[in-house]
Nanobody, 123 residues
């Protein structure tokens, strides 16, 4: 069982940077693929980024590639999402998620989810 708590969201302006953090409980954190997803009002939850259990593989949505960076620290049980050059279309609730089985961008493959943190980018 893994419990996830996101932090770091807030209100920023276009072009600003923000770092989201996800703190995980549980001794097996290092075994999990970790992902970040987001959901804007009236839209479906969408994939943002994923990182494999040892950080050796990362994957990004085309919309954030080159602007966002996912990283993890297995010693601290944390996964971060560094977001640069933020745009109004990045406004959403951002969720951290974990799954033990596959390295994937598919939300339904993730077993554990945080409560989300709001990111609002003003124009």
């Amino acid at each position: 069982q893994v419990q996830l708590v996101e932090s770091g969201g807030g209100l920023v302006q276009t072009g600003d940077s923000l770092i989201l953090s996800c703190a995980a409980s549980g001794r097996t954190f290092s075994s999990y693929t970790m992902g970040w997803f987001r959901q804007a009002p009236g839209k479906e939850r969408e994939f943002v980024a994923a990182i494999s259990w040892n950080g050796g593989m990362t994957r990004y949505a085309d919309s954030v590639k080159g602007r966002f960076t996912i990283s993890r620290d297995n010693a601290k049980n944390t996964v971060d999402l560094r977001m640069n050059s933020l745009k109004p279309e990045d406004t959403a609730v951002y969720f951290c998620a974990a799954n033990l089985v596959v390295f994937t961008r598919v939300a339904r493959e993730y077993d554990y989810w945080g409560q989300g943190t709001q990111v609002t980018v003003s124009s």
